[in-house]
């Protein structure tokens, strides 16, 4: 059976406020079944969302923009290290098969970019973007939700949408 998996993008500098609640988003895609996957760095949402999976028992993924490990959060099972920089948002986006940003900066903006492009489903975690992506909200791939919780219940929805088995 296919594993589910969902990507947790956000920044590297967020409140700490934001990073209770990337854990907490973390815990519950363990406690849901599905692998997180994220930047894998030991920074910000990427440090505070694998901490919560691990925690919980789940198998965490993290895409490394560099060649070596070592600034890899203690909490990622699996490093995929790409030398890409940057251009590791790209695999990010594609492997995730619903991608679920927390705050961030211009490197989040990117990924929702990038995943809106794939025709991937994004639910923006307490993250207002104003209207730049209106039309993906219209088009049923943009999605809004205001805490782990709720965007745990629009990942299940959005699955059962989509038909990948839960």
């Known amino acids: 059976m296919k594993k589910i998996i969902i990507g947790v ?8 406020e ?7 988003l973390g815990r519950l895609i363990a406690e849901s079944g599905w692998v ?34 070592r600034n890899a959060s203690k909490y990622i099972d699996i490093q995929i290290r ?10 990010n986006v594609l492997s995730s098969d619903v991608v679920v940003a927390c705050k961030g900066r211009a490197g989040t903006i990117s990924e929702i970019a990038l995943a809106l492009k794939n025709k991937k489903n994004v639910i923006l975690m307490d993250f207002d973007l104003g209207s730049a992506f209106f039309e993906y909200e219209q088009e049923g791939l943009l999605h809004k939700a205001q805490s782990p919780e709720d965007a745990v ?4 929805e959005i699955l059962n949408k989509i038909a990948v088995t839960i």
């Open 9 to 16: 993008m956000g920044g590297g500098r967020v409140s700490d």
């Open 36 to 69: 997180l996957l994220n930047g894998g760095r030991n920074t910000g949402i990427m440090e505070a969302s694998a901490k919560g999976a691990k925690e919980a028992g789940g198998l965490t993924i993290g895409i490394l923009p560099d060649k070596d490990g």
């Open 153 to 156: 219940n629009k990942v299940k």
């Open 82 to 91: 790409t030398g890409a920089n940057d251009a590791r948002n790209y695999y």
């Open 18 to 24: 934001d990073m209770q609640n990337a854990c907490r």
